[in-house]
């Protein structure tokens, strides 16, 4: 069965870095983004993989944030670096089931989404 199940989120001081990881259950040959969603906001595009290596990101997260994925393709990471307080929300990973070669920033065009996990950044 498929899944895509978040972990890595928590309560970092502003500056700090946390990684977050995402297993994604039979979803090896697919596209994998990172969203988030602050309270009140609309969730936002923050990186993706896509099905052959090719990655992208957010103007925000640009410089501080760095996607990876395994050698399996098992598990999707991202690796943020120098948080601020406005990265603080509710970060989920979702999967595009086209599995095209370029990420798409398009939230409507991910069907499958993890239960999400929570970043806090302290300012």
């Known amino acids: 069965q498929v899944s895509l199940v978040e972990s890595g989120g928590g309560l970092v001081q502003a500056g700090g870095s946390l990684r977050l990881s995402c297993v994604a259950s039979?979803?090896?040959?697919?596209?994998i983004a990172w969203f988030r969603q602050a309270p009140g906001k609309e969730r936002e595009f923050v990186s993706g993989?896509?099905?052959?290596?090719?990655?992208h990101y957010a103007d925000a997260a640009k410089g501080r944030f760095t996607i990876s994925r395994d050698n399996a393709k098992t598990t999707v990471y991202l690796q943020m670096n120098s948080l601020k307080y406005e990265d603080t929300a509710d970060y989920y990973c979702?999967?595009?089931?086209?599995?095209?070669?370029?990420?798409?920033?398009?939230?409507?065009?991910?069907?499958?989404w993890g239960q999400g996990t929570q970043v806090t950044v302290s300012s």
């Open positions: 039979g979803l090896n040959r697919y596209g």
């Open positions: 993989i896509s099905s052959n290596g090719a990655t």
């Open positions: 979702a999967a595009d089931l086209s599995r095209a070669t370029f990420v798409d920033t398009r939230r409507d065009q991910y069907h499958l």
